[in-house]
């Protein structure tokens, strides 16, 4: 048998064994849609209720939160059409999943080739951090398709201009429009949007084609996006405002990684690979590596959008590894191209598509499916409240929920016990003040780390008459008194 059979075989194995994982993962997002709803999930519930006024639910919760609108906008729309039940709401991000598969095998350059366009289209329907963010009711699905689009449209951009040819206006208005859509689903997809235009600029300028149209196309959209980057500014800064995430940079930073790329056996067997395939395609393409768009663009995306988050997070930490669920298509990206580049070099590397196709979907087998379980904290803190404090009233910190008044009362409404009544106030210098007379008012501190805890006691002037009872790590229930003045 000749080597290139050999090669040959090789390849078609290893093809059938990848197909046979997507496969797999395919029927699992199709079938994991019924998982219980969680904490995150019952804001967008909450926002994207059928039988609430639109006009209460952007005056009192959407205007007033820090994410972008547009993911809560369309879902309340769907749920007007939608039945009601827990798999329907789930099936509208699902739906952004499956069409981001279809947009990396189509949307792919034309000169890519098959073997590539699968590999992407596989790898994108066996990442597990994809799996996930598919099937949560959040905006992560719909930011991802975004993702796809802008930037495999730009990789097709910038075949058009490195031969001083204008691209089509519908190649244009696909990247602008889905950069657009992006920036409204989620920030850290605005931020690739943006960087990805800046990069696209660089290149427009350096081929001296369509430059006037990448920089006012990226002035309109970025024009277009700051109205709500003003009312970000605006809640962010508000005096009630606190920012709730503050886990250290170096546990946060090995979550994030394993967000994408699964577990650290496969970190560490990704890292060998990766630094394989850089060192090869810079030996093989030396002075010219800058110019090889498909390999710079994703990996220009993440170390820009790495630096971006880094320096924001200095004030606001956004070190946290579901944000960066939205960077997966620019990861598989890169992927994809050092694993091409290293079958080009040497063909028996074919094989490490279905090693890492099969990983994914191996990890991805003992999920039940929640990746995270149903939040119970709440559930079992209210039952506590009533069933052994014996109160029908709670007062709530809601400045550490991070979540408006309207949409908390909402969404606590899924965990008070069945059969019972329980009336939630805020937490405020007045409420505070009843909760510390007899008989007491239990107040209750979600997200409750030990530094919100001496938050909440300077910012009211109180202490607890004990140790708070703790409910599933981060849910603090107790009664109070006022500090005494000096």
Not at 60 to 81: A, K
Not at 147 to 170: D, G, S
Not at 333 to 356: D, S, V, W
């Amino acid at each position: 048998m000749t080597k290139s059979r050999i090669y040959r075989l090789l390849t078609t194995l290893s093809v059938c064994l990848t197909a046979v994982a997507a496969g797999y993962m395919l029927w699992r997002r199709l079938t994991d849609l019924h998982m219980g709803f969680l904490y995150d999930e019952m804001y967008t519930l909450a926002t994207a209720n059928p039988g609430t006024p639109f006009s209460f639910i952007w005056r009192e919760m959407l205007s007033q939160d820090v994410n972008p609108p547009l993911y809560n906008i369309l879902l309340y729309g769907w749920n007007h059409f939608a039945p009601a039940s827990v798999v329907w709401p789930r099936l509208f991000s699902l739906l952004a999943g499956l069409l981001a598969v279809l947009v990396s095998f189509w949307g792919t350059p034309k000169d890519w080739p098959k073997l590539k366009k699968f590999t992407l289209a596989a790898l994108t329907l066996t990442s597990n951090g994809l799996a996930i963010s598919c099937l949560y009711m959040r905006s992560y699905a719909w930011a991802i398709l975004m993702v796809y689009l802008f930037t495999l449209t730009a990789l097709r951009l910038a075949r058009h201009l490195a031969v001083h040819q204008f691209p089509p206006k519908k190649m244009w208005a696909i990247f602008f429009l889905s950069g657009l859509a992006g920036a409204y689903f989620h920030f850290f997809a605005a931020g690739l949007f943006f960087i990805t235009a800046l990069l696209l600029f660089f290149y427009a300028w350096w081929y001296k084609t369509a430059r006037k149209t990448v920089f006012w196309g990226t002035a309109a959209a970025f024009a277009l996006w700051m109205p709500w980057l003003a009312v970000t500014y605006q809640v962010m800064t508000a005096p009630s405002s606190m920012w709730w995430y503050a886990i250290p940079w170096a546990r946060a930073s090995w979550e994030i990684l394993q967000y994408l790329l699964g577990a650290p056996f496969v970190i560490a067997w990704i890292f060998v690979f990766g630094i394989l395939a850089l060192v090869s395609t810079v030996h093989t393409y030396r002075s010219k590596t800058a110019a090889q768009i498909d390999f710079m663009l994703p990996l220009c995306q993440l170390l820009l959008l790495a630096g971006v988050v880094a320096v924001i997070s200095l004030k606001y930490n956004l070190w946290m590894d579901r944000y960066f669920a939205v960077a997966l298509p620019c990861v598989l990206l890169l992927l994809t191209e050092l694993i091409y580049h290293l079958y080009q070099r040497h063909r028996p590397f074919i094989l490490l598509l279905p090693a890492l196709a099969l990983a994914w979907t191996w990890l991805y087998i003992p999920q039940t499916f929640s990746y995270v379980r149903e939040y119970e904290g709440l559930k079992n803190a209210f039952s506590f409240a009533i069933n052994q404090l014996k109160t029908d009233t709670l007062v709530v910190d809601m400045d550490k929920t991070g979540y408006t008044e309207a949409a908390f009362n909402s969404m606590m409404s899924y965990y008070i016990p069945s059969g019972s009544t329980l009336k939630i106030l805020r937490l405020t210098p007045q409420t505070a003040a009843r909760a510390a007379q007899e008989p007491k008012l239990p107040l209750l501190i979600p997200l409750c780390t030990q530094m919100h805890l001496i938050h909440t006691s300077l910012d009211y002037n109180i202490e607890g008459d004990h140790p708070p009872f703790i409910f599933d790590n981060d849910i603090c229930l107790m009664t109070i008194h006022p500090i005494p003045e000096p």
